[in-house]
């Protein structure tokens, strides 16, 4: 069998070209980006892990090790059964569980209501509401009419001064009545009012559902800020021990001896022996962390798409 | 649309119920007036920083409370805090919802509230029934006390606040470096260093054998005063900022001249010093990261730390550190012998020269002027000042806390102190009650305000703890008090009284806060490495000087010839 071996053009060869531009696109910039993002990445994820590191690192080990990167040769969990042990932490976390579930839904449900309302530019007033409420954005009373205002409402020194005063957020009211002006899709309400529902049956039933993704992310904003929160105890209802949130507790175990003596005394009482205070603050810095960090991932499908609704105009 | 209407009515009547019942948990202050007449049991509310109200039933069980409930005819709610205890307070004394007593440790705050009308008159309401209120009638009539009356409040009769004075039964003891004795042993052959240069010897053998040689105190780089009491004063220099009411930064020229030195060329070479020491971790290299009372704490009990200083401001405050610093840590070894106490190190300059006040004012404790019962609220304080009071809180109950020996002395109760106590989260094992301790002294210590004189008593309050020391306490007492002796007359120069009558204004203070700022940046930097200590001196001297310190110089030596002139 005889091959042709004359000069025949030589077939096309368009993958090499492609291979090439490929590699070309792939440019010093993206090195950077990689680089740039990866680092910001371990930044900040590194004093997380070094926090949850040193919660469970015997004392011994932790002060004799410059840079911990990977676990102790001993995992210890001492540290937490000493925080557990102390009766505080207990009922703040319960308070502070309260707080955010029963903050974060009466804020969604009252934010969102009153963003539909002042969305409806037809209705009369709605300007002059909207620029009221922006204006608290801008401009506050400061603290001490703030504290005289809860006062006369006789509101300190109750859990409810913890929650009502931020039942109505200013930042998260902008994004949704931009949602609820821009982005809702119309056509189903229209829908819904020729089918005979009214403004109410319509929020709840054919506009609130649509917004699930941008109603998850703003309560998850705000959960994280119910449960950071420890001001709001700090200034108005610091003398009634029993109402402390977790944030506190957590505040006064990094700032406050009486708390830091507090725990130890109650470890040495459930037979602890005496712990170093580094690793007990470390624990409850991890201990504070993890509902958030818990919820997070429930969450994540819908944060994404929700942190840029409202963002554009149709 | 029935439904969602029913809804919405569940959610509105539910926010309405709520906010109801919050309303109504508002709660008032129990003051129902009891049956018996005269003077019917009110609430008073009593505040001060730093304890814990978290264990209710040990709140509830305190004997100490009850034996001045009793005394008083009152009932006692306290309040406390920490983080933002004294913004608290502020707010609540502007909206009228102010604890019945509290303390502020803020001239600028006790003026300006004084000068508002916020505060109650307390001379007024004792001069009104002077016999109801004999201790405190004695104080208030006191020369001194008036001396500060008219500096605080511009008028000698007017008392505005309980002046709470710092003062000590010993002078303090600053820059006196504690050695562990292993370590003394092993590296300096026992001997404890006398000079700046063995000291500085033997800190840098200690990191050579693997260990931090020095822990000055000075978790965050910003408290300045032992690095500066034990390596730059005897030097002829210090190195710290100027801070509010003392000499901080200060070296004293002449009668009553006195010159900044922060950024001097000597201040220069002990600030190079302590780099070249940062660097072999001969200064502890976690100085500004780690806590002074945990991490170095701990990291001395464990043996890798191997000498500090703790600021002991009185002879128990070493037995304490004993204590919690080298027992707890080694609690089957640890002996009295295994710390030993250095002495204050001498420098070019000699000895280092610490000036104390004769009796700086601590703190101000007031009354509100809205208050609603003024005169149970200073029947209270009465009771503090009183010899039952002082003993109450210093001793206890007897029976309970301590028992009446033959010779009049009480001896304690073991742990009975520690129990009552450690329900507001103290336990330092300190035998007296944790409330209402620094009232009239912020050394914490009783003082003998009904029978001798007010200036007399707070500036010699009594140091009872030898009285509950253990055999173990007493000998750590002994040990410290032996080396307080030899060192107070070497160092500490107790200023002439008229110094008490010292004012910075609001400028000064600025320029202080100021100078304070730029000192414990450039320090940091120049003790951590982070900045070259040649090329950044310069901008030092030259932020210092545009932020003021030339100034501030001035403003203090004419303050110290207007105190002069007033009081002396």
Redesign the interface.
Known sequence: MQTQTVDAPAPARPRPRLRRRRRLRFNLFDVFVVFFTVTFALVCFYPMWYVFLASITP??EF?QTKLMLWFPQTVDFQYYVAVFST??FANALFISVAKTVLGTA?SV?VTSMMAYAVSKKHLPGMTAINALVVFTLLFSGG??PE??LY?D?????????MV?PQVLSVFYFIIMRNYFAYAAPKELEEAAMIDG??E??TF??IILPTAKPMLAAVALFIAVNHWNDF?SY??FV?????L?PFAWVL??TL????????I??QAVGSGLP?L???GLRMATIVIAMLPIIMVYPFLQRFFAKGMMLGALKE | MHKAARWMTVVIVGMLSTSLAACSTGGSASNAPSASGARDNVTITFAQFGNSLDDASGLASDPIKKAIESAVGITLKYDTGAEGFEDRMSTELAAGTSPDIFPTWSVDKFQSWAKDGALLDLAKVVNADPTRYPVLAKIFASTQYQAYNKLYAGDPSVAYGIYSVSGLPHPSFAGVPVYNQAILDKVNGGAVPQTVDQFVTFTEAAAKSGVAGWWPRNDKLTNWSEIDSTIALPQGTSIAPPASNTFSGFVKTGDDQWKLTTTSDQSKAVVQQLAAMYKDNALDSGVGVKGDFDDAYANFGLSKIASVNFGFGYAGQFRDFWKTAWKEANPKTAKVTDLTQGVALQGSAGYPQIYQFSAPIGAFWVVPATVKNPERVVDLLEYIASEQGQTTIFQGVEGLTFNAGSDGQPSYIDGAWDKINKAYGTSDGRGQYVWFDYVFSTASMMTELQTKDWFEAVRNPVDHSSLWATDQDKELLQASQSVIDTFVDKVVVTLPDYYNQMVLDEKAAKIQAKLAEISNRYLAAFVGGQMDIETGWPKYVAEYQAAGAGDYETMVNQAVQTAKTLGG
């Open positions: 004392y011994s002060i009766e505080a009466l449900v603290l001490i504290y005289m006062r409402l006789g509101m300190l020194q109750t859990f409810w001064v009502l529902a009214g109410i049956r709840f039933q001001y700090m200034m610091s003398k009634v021990p029993e402390q505040r006064r700032v406050d001896p009486s708390m830091m003596n507090q130890r005394n005496v170093p205070p580094i």
